[in-house]
């Protein structure tokens, strides 16, 4: 700590120095995260002091978390969904699995998952001494559903299905991984961290939600493509009564018990996220969906053109191809597998893939000189 304060004027230039030091969101290919949309931004700013830690002082606040929970039970086809906001998908898969893992008599349980899974569940696993057992992908890097009744055992408390992977935009076969996970009655965790806000506005139409009935939970998240502010994730579950198994008391709040993860919770991204989703509705969310999958299509029919193939044809906004090198001042990913990945969230417009296209075009004739 400093002795004696900065003045404020010294202070917000060395912020907006290093302010400048961050990546503008402007040549960033490779997150999942976007600018968020002002009236997120708006409402937010608008409840910075609200803790949804102590909700019976933010009576107004947890209303408005309440709705939000109603709107995306609504769009996942379960309006009587149990659920809060999160820190984000790390938290909702944390909060699934602890919920399975009670429900579970067995000493040594574990989890099923796909091997294309989130690092999420890395840490979820370790925390609650849950065993990880791994079931393999397919050519598409779709969970094998063949693979998956396998690797069910005994001391299974869930398994895990991903709507919308991370590294590829694809959607695993979550109707036949329902039905298996409701035959051999284990409960079935969908992460639609990402997808979740996707999924539904496609043309085509693929079945990952509450409508199957073999699932038990989702995790889906605003700060992706909900167009919110950070942090808001949400889980949403099919009892609202399995929250009970994880209420500890608490003796000096307005309120006598809490089920979520954090104690403390921001308030303003719970309201910006609902004022986003309230405010476009859901023919906003498929006009930025729609503008998203066709970018994702233009950059692949680009990048084919000039020889880079894909890895796959992505479900989602996300474009992974066979390529090792990227043009200077452009950021994307690799995929564990050694793909270029590339996520076409709202602020990657149509100017900008075209501006990508031609560097790496240039790029590549360079090289082949
Ligand atoms: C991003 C992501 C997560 C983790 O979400 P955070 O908000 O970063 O904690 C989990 N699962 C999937 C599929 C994701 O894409």
Redesign the pocket.
């Known amino acids: 700590m400093l002795e004696e304060g900065r003045s404020e004027e010294e202070l917000f230039s060395f912020l907006s120095l290093k302010k400048g030091e961050d990546s503008s969101y402007h040549h960033v290919l490779s997150s999942?995260c976007t600018i968020p949309h002002p009236v997120a931004a708006r409402a937010h700013q608008m409840f910075l002091e609200a803790n949804l830690g102590d909700p019976g002082l933010f009576r107004g606040t947890a209303e408005i978390e309440a709705l939000l929970i109603e709107r995306i039970g609504d769009l996942l086809h379960h309006r009587r969904a149990g659920g809060y906001a999160t820190s984000?998908?790390?938290?909702s898969?944390l909060q699934a699995l602890r919920i399975f893992r009670k429900m579970k008599a067995s000493s040594r349980p574990n989890i099923v998952v796909p091997e294309s899974a989130?690092f999420?569940f890395e840490k979820a696993c370790d925390i609650l001494s849950l065993g990880m057992r791994t079931v393999p992908c397919d050519d598409s890097f779709r969970m094998d559903a063949d693979a998956l009744q396998e690797a069910i055992d005994a001391d299974t408390c869930a398994v895990v299905a991903?709507a919308?992977?991370?590294e590829y935009g694809v959607v695993d076969p979550i109707a036949a991984i329902a039905d298996i996970a409701h035959d051999t009655g284990v409960p079935l965790h969908v992460?639609a961290?990402?997808g979740g806000f996707v999924i539904p506005f496609l043309k085509q139409e693929i079945p990952f939600d509450f409508s199957l009935e073999g699932v038990s939970s989702i995790?889906i998240?605003p700060?992706?493509m909900g167009m919110s502010t950070i942090p808001c994730?949400s889980l949403l579950v099919r009892e609202p009564s399995w929250f009970d198994l994880l209420n500890v008391e608490t003796p000096y709040l307005t309120v006598k018990q809490e089920c979520t993860l954090a104690g403390t919770r921001s308030g303003g991204a719970v309201v910006g996220a609902f004022a986003v989703l309230e405010y476009l509705g859901k023919s906003g969310l498929a006009a930025i969906v729609r503008g998203c999958m066709k970018n994702t299509k233009r950059l692949i029919t680009g990048m084919e053109t000039l020889g880079y193939r894909r890895a796959v044809t992505p479900d989602l906004n996300v474009a992974t191809f066979h390529a090792d090198h990227v043009p200077p001042g452009w950021r994307v990913s690799w995929t564990r597998r050694g793909h270029m990945r590339t996520v076409m969230m709202p602020h990657v417009h149509l100017s900008v893939i075209e501006e990508f296209l031609r560097d790496i075009g240039d790029n590549n004739a360079q090289k082949t000189d």
């Open positions: 999942m984000g998908g790390t938290e898969n989130h999420s991903i919308g992977t991370t992460d961290a990402f995790a998240d700060h992706k994730g």
